[in-house]
């Protein structure tokens, strides 16, 4: 069985890949096709849409998240191969101009879970051993993870090509037999925080995408001060669709919030960031 490390860009999934080697490891890109959030540095462009194998503009998360990657191929001096579905922008058409929330997450279904494992079953005999980036004090998820597979596999509706009438082909796989190297051997926080210390590989201050919906508004509007550009795609997604990511307000409404307080970095960690790409 080929083992897999899915890396999100946070530092406990490169702890996992610098200290798990595994047969592959699998990042999944979150694209826009909005010029506005146009990735800064023609190079890395060209590079990154070398290895999606078709056109890079930017992405929805912060931008760091382009140069953890390629900071972490070098450092563990393995391949990372690069997956990526629809941009975003494709995916709210697809969905008939409905934005992901709370209650309907197709987003990190659709950009983050379906290309890696579509990726897996193109490249790799399944099932596939995967390790999951669940630390030592979060054993209550591993736990809901492993109450859900079946014969210890998670099944997955993978598309196994076309019909003559050139419609999608679907068929129920086993996919992956999750794995929590973390757990089995008592790392936590604090143990990923210290040894990513001295070495070179750069991290977004925050993962996910800027304006993730799973986030508090405060975190929200702290963002539409970081990253004010990709923070306004989220606004201009509500407008053209008169739809909204968040029940009962909008981005534009906390972008205009005024802050009663000075907010700092260390004001927010990652019980904030919706854990997408795990």
């Known amino acids: 069985m080929k083992t897999v490390n899915s890396i999100s860009g946070g530092k406990t999934s490169a702890y996992i890949a610098a200290n798990y080697p595994a047969d592959y490891n699998v990042f999944s890109l979150v694209r826009t096709s909005d010029t506005k ?5 023609a190079k890395i462009r060209q590079i990154v849409s070398d290895k999606i194998g078709q056109e890079f503009i930017g992405t929805l998360e912060m931008d760091d998240i382009i140069y953890t990657i390629l900071d972490l191929e ?3 001096g393995t391949e990372i191969n690069w997956v990526t579905g629809l941009t975003f922008d494709e995916l709210i058409d697809k969905h008939g101009k409905y934005l992901p929330n709370l209650m309907a997450r197709y987003c990190t279904s659709e950009m983050k879970v379906i ?3 579509q990726w897996c079953y ?3 005999s399944l099932p596939v051993e995967m390790r999951i980036g669940f630390r030592a004090n979060e054993q209550s998820r591993a736990k809901t993870m492993i109450d859900k597979l079946e014969n210890q596999y998670e099944l997955f509706k993978f598309n196994i090509g076309k019909s003559e009438n050139g419609r999608n082909k679907w068929k129920v796989l086993p996919y992956r037999k999750p794995s929590f190297p973390l757990i089995k051997d008592a ?6 925080e210290n040894f990513w210390i001295d070495k070179p590989v750069r991290f977004a201050y925050m993962n996910n995408c800027v304006g993730c919906f799973h986030r508090s508004e405060l975190l929200l509007k702290h963002m539409s001060v970081r990253d004010e550009t990709k923070f306004d795609w989220f606004i201009d997604s509500e407008n053209r669709t008169k739809n909204t990511f968040k029940s009962g307000i909008t981005y534009q409404k906390i972008k205009n919030h005024k802050l009663q307080l000075d907010l700092f970095d260390d004001d927010f960690n990652e019980c904030d960031s919706g854990y997408c790409g795990l």
Not at 37 to 41: A, E, K, N, Q, S
Not at 187 to 192: A, G, L, S, V, Y
């Open 37 to 41: 959030c146009l990735f800064p540095d």
């Open 187 to 192: 790392i936590f926080k604090d143990t990923i």
């Open 74 to 76: 070098q450092f563990i």
């Open 122 to 124: 193109e490249n790799m």
């Open 115 to 117: 290309p890696i494992a």
